[in-house]
């Protein structure tokens, strides 16, 4: 494992520090899956799959979060069922907060801003048949502008992406308007875009590797969202054990990947090839996320569990979640 947790990337280092802060679930059934920062930074999302909720935490004055959750959204209104990923939006002057579940659905709720609560009820649901959702275990929203939601489907290998509708009608499309595959893909669980949206990275559960896609140019997609078809790279390296989210840091866009069936997450530096970014297949960073006892000991029953899952990236702060460490806050320097 590399214990020097700061590398050079170009003229300044890039370093991850200790963890500044960690919040638990508020019981030990709760099992965090999938996290992500609001637009601001100032809340924090996290899934709890087996219950069938999602924790929201605010952040204080201080910088640091609250210590218990402010908001839940879970009961039958909610319709949650086996929630795994999270992803915020700006979509107007609110807030949208987007559900994928492992059964076939994303479910999409609205701020409400005068006291920062969204639910109980969904505002948009894509799920049914034309939606093609099955293990849908990841979901982001597209940047720059956010005018798709994209999501994984672990048990077709594919990445499904849906358009927003005109604000005045609401909503997403029920069926895709474009479906990512290739050969690389092996139970694809959490998937990242570039705060540009130029990359899209994808974490290959299911044959340990990482797939970075290139946004095609406009003129060359027919003024369509299209990524692909070939990935810009493939990591495949030893370090890299079932793979279970990514995201890309704001400035100089390295990689995070966390590692359900290993005891840390791994940081990659994108780096120029002959005009083509590429990252690279060694991390230049493994930082360990709590006690290798603890880890050992899930991880012996279950060689795909252990390690940290979902993973957040906003301004210098990096969010880890885990069902065994509830959410770590690392401080990160680019």
Known sequence: MISDNTVMSGNSPFEVGDSVQSLAAPNKAQRFEGIAFSSSGNVIAVATADTNAVFLFRRKASGLFED?????????RSRLSYP???SFSRSGITEQLAV??????????????????????????ICGPTAKLDFSDGVAFVPPDNDYLAACNLATGTIAFYRRRPRSSGGFDLEPTFELKHRSLSNPDGLAFSQCGRWLAIANHGNHSVSVFGRRK?????GTLRYGPEPMTIIKEPGLRHPHSVAFTPETNHLVVTN???NYFSVYKPESHRF????TQSPVIKKAVGPDAIFKAVNMRNKTEGGPKGVAVHGSSLAICSPEHGIKIFPFHE
Request: aromatic letters at 12%; proline letters at 8%; charged letters at 30%.
């Open 68 to 76: 218990a959750p402010y908001w839940c959204i879970d009961g039958p």
């Open 84 to 86: 795994h990923d999270v």
């Open 100 to 125: 994928a579940q492992r059964g076939g659905a994303i479910a999409i709720y609205e701020e409400n801003r005068a006291d920062e609560t969204y639910g109980p009820d969904p505002v948009f649901e």
């Open 218 to 222: 406009r003129i060359l997609s027919k």
């Open 260 to 262: 359900a069936g290993a």
């Open 276 to 279: 083509r970014t590429r990252w």
